[in-house]
């Protein structure tokens, strides 16, 4: 990973009418970095993402991108990113071919060029087997990639990803996660945001959780849950429904209950899995799960928020 | 390829694939065409069925009359051997106009030298109702000048001047007609441009890139430019085939003033299509506003026909210089340095609408 930053926001705001929709925020992205924004819907993230791409105008700060100061240099700050957001921003009668040369077009590329990139595209997105076809003729896998290529079509260095993957059942999903690597391992600074946890974690080398419009943590998904997600814990599932009896039997440990499932906290859990299994067996209740749970980024957001990340909708 | 001409490209190719576009862009000047054509293409464009009841004991004379009348080609005779009946026609419209020939008409003609004919007129029409007075009372003019020698006592010497061409109704028609895709058809393509790629969500990507909002405009012009020249060119080669007017087809000065004219008319639409919230808004903005439109620019009657404050009104539109280059183009033989005005009033007129879209761009799209 570079030294250098690529991407810099500092005290950033953004009001609709009354309400503030980026609080205050501040934070830099390394060149090569993967960096992820997550939060849940509503928290700030398509909005912040928005005016980084100067598709929204903000009240207060400053963002430096690439070098260029995105008020000053704004068609230079917009030459350098490739901006991909949730909907897929293709023109369903054109092929894809046709919208590659159009987005190509957008930027003035040359047909040199253009051939190079479109050959990026296909050997690191995999499109090239629906290059000629129609893009109503797709499906939503293929029209992601499909966008996916005509953002970044002028070969940006920053590339953001506005939650790429929303909606895409699992396979697609860590097919779309290594497509996100490959851009990685090209140079590429990748910024995206997501309320999938797993996915932050999964391909993100830093990660700022967004909430009410404001950066609530931000560093390493590993330090994060280290540092805020507290100790691996004891999660236990009983057979029969038999949650108060295992409770009475494991009244000696800190026992919670999440959703029927019984979490018991330890400093080292490792040292009491047997010892609890065994007490729960012996008195007659058996399990379906006994298993140690590290700490995830969604408990870094529960203990930041009190609160999950799925449980709120619309994001504006 | 620049991004200028990267979106007139896309353009142009998505007009090609919307069938539903491209079939109503070719249909809408021939259906108008094949329309005008039916209506004005004739020699004489109006004929109406009048009823006629001839009550004259000598019909010598009344049938002189009704055979001048009839010469006129402007109307079909229906026979009736009552007024009643007659005008029960006339209450259903069947017929336009009831004339009624008394008994002793061709009697009192020849010996009193004054005789009276009755003429029931359809008021519900009053076009209509006006032209067939007119054409009775100079058939009976005429006819009783030539029966009787009858001689009027002031002689009207009557020329009719003509600049350039001489000219028909269907002559000073289609420059009329070749406004309707400067005014329509570059409107409601513009319209389109900008408004559309915000509902499909396509103006996010052009936003997001660094083209210049100019561009944006110029590139959409580009593509609207083509498609009115599409409905242009099919309207003109219809409009020669069809109607063969006798009009001077300069093209090196038509062109230009059609060039300056569909600028004018994109321009209007692409400020319609950054203020549209969706597409059905500013569809029906550019609808209401070129239909209000063709009454003030001269498209099919002289503004002069209009009350005076509002002919101050179609003066300071653009489109009027135009409608008013190509008659004198086409009618008038105009030259070059006739269509200074004209031309240099179209030019700063669409560079101020390109201004206001601009800043409109700026400020509604991108905020």
Redesign the interface.
Request: zero cysteines; charged letters at 40%; hydrophobic letters at 30%.
């Given at each position: 990973m570079g030294q250098k930053m690529i991407i810099e926001v500092e005290g950033l705001v953004k009001h609709y009418g009354e309400v503030k929709a980026v609080d205050g925020v501040s934070f830099s992205v390394e060149e090569g970095e993967t960096f992820g924004l997550l939060g849940p819907n509503g928290a700030g993230k398509t909005t912040l993402m928005e005016i980084m791409c100067g598709l929204r105008r903000f009240d207060q700060g400053k963002v430096t991108i690439h070098g260029f100061d995105l008020v000053k240099d704004s068609i230079k700050v917009r030459a350098s990113i490739g901006f991909c957001p949730q909907e897929t921003l293709l023109y369903d009668l054109l092929s894809v071919r046709e919208n590659l040369a159009f987005s190509a077009a957008l930027y003035s590329m040359s047909s040199k060029k253009f051939k190079e990139r479109v050959e990026f595209s296909s050997k690191v997105l995999g499109v090239s087997e629906f290059l000629k076809r129609r893009v109503q003729q797709l499906s939503g896998g293929m029209k992601r990639r499909a966008n996916l290529a005509a953002s970044i079509i002028h070969d940006p260095p920053i590339v953001i990803l506005d939650e790429p993957t929303v909606g895409f059942d699992p396979t697609i999903k860590r097919e779309f996660w290594e497509l996100i690597r490959n851009l990685k391992s090209y140079g590429k600074t990748v910024l995206l945001s997501t309320h999938d946890m797993y996915e932050a974690d999964e391909i993100c080398d830093r990660v700022a959780i967004m909430e009410k419009g404001k950066i609530a943590a931000l560093d390493k998904p590993h330090v994060l849950k280290k540092t805020i997600g507290g100790e691996p814990s004891l999660h236990i599932k009983v057979k029969e429904s038999r949650v108060k009896k295992a409770l009475k039997i494991l009244e000696k440990y800190k026992c919670t209950v999440v959703a029927d499932e019984i979490q018991v906290s330890a400093t080292n859990p490792w040292e009491i899995m047997t010892e609890v299994s065994d007490k729960l067996v012996s008195q007659g209740v058996y399990t379906d799960k006994v298993e140690i749970v590290e700490p995830s980024l969604e408990d870094v957001f529960i203990k930041l928020s009190g609160r999950r990340l799925t449980e709120e909708e619309g994001e504006k | 390829?620049?991004?200028t001409?990267?979106?007139a490209?896309?353009d142009i190719?998505?007009f090609f694939?919307?069938r539903g576009t491209l079939f109503w862009t070719m249909a809408f000047p021939i259906l108008i065409m094949l329309l005008f054509t039916a209506i004005f293409g004739r020699q004489i464009p109006f004929n109406a069925t009048i009823g006629l009841v001839n009550n004259d004991n000598q019909p010598t004379l009344s049938e002189g009359l009704i055979s001048v009348f009839n010469s006129t080609g402007l109307f079909t005779i229906k026979n009736f051997t009552t007024q009643t009946d007659a005008l029960k026609e006339l209450n259903a419209t069947t017929v336009r106009a009831v004339i009624t020939i008394p008994q002793n008409f061709s009697q009192d003609l020849m010996s009193l030298g004054h005789a009276t004919v009755s003429l029931v007129v359809d008021g519900t029409s009053p076009d209509a109702a006006q032209l067939i007075r007119s054409a009775f009372k100079t058939s009976v003019v005429a006819y009783y000048k030539a029966v009787l020698n009858y001689t009027e006592p002031i002689t009207v010497d009557e020329e009719t001047s003509f600049v350039g061409q001489k000219v028909g109704y269907k002559e000073n028609l289609v420059p009329g007609m070749l406004c309707y895709p400067l005014l329509f058809s570059s409107m409601v393509v513009s319209t389109g441009a900008i408004v559309y790629e915000r509902e499909?969500?396509?103006l996010?990507?052009?936003?997001?890139?660094?083209?210049?909002p100019i561009n944006v405009l110029i590139g959409k012009t580009i593509a609207a430019l083509f498609q009115t020249a599409i409905t242009i060119l099919i309207m003109a080669v219809l409009a020669v085939t069809l109607l063969a007017p006798a009009l001077n087809w300069n093209v090196q000065l038509l062109i230009p003033i059609m060039f300056l004219g569909s600028m004018n008319g994109i321009a209007l639409g692409l400020i319609i299509s950054c203020i549209g919230r969706a597409p059905q808004e500013a569809s029906n903005a550019a609808t209401t506003i070129a239909i209000v439109l063709q009454f003030f620019i001269g498209m099919y009657f002289p503004i002069e026909y209009l009350p005076t404050y509002l002919q101050q009104i179609g003066k300071v539109i653009p489109m009027t210089y135009a409608a008013q280059a190509l008659r004198d183009i086409m009618i008038r033989n105009a030259t070059f340095a006739d269509l200074l005005i004209p031309m240099l009033t179209l030019t700063l007129s669409a560079a101020i609408l390109y201004g206001i879209g601009v800043l409109l761009y700026r400020r509604w799209v991108e905020?």
């Open positions: - | 390829m620049n991004s001409m990267g979106i490209v896309k190719k998505y694939r919307e499909r969500g396509t996010k990507k052009i936003r997001a890139s660094p083209i210049r905020k």
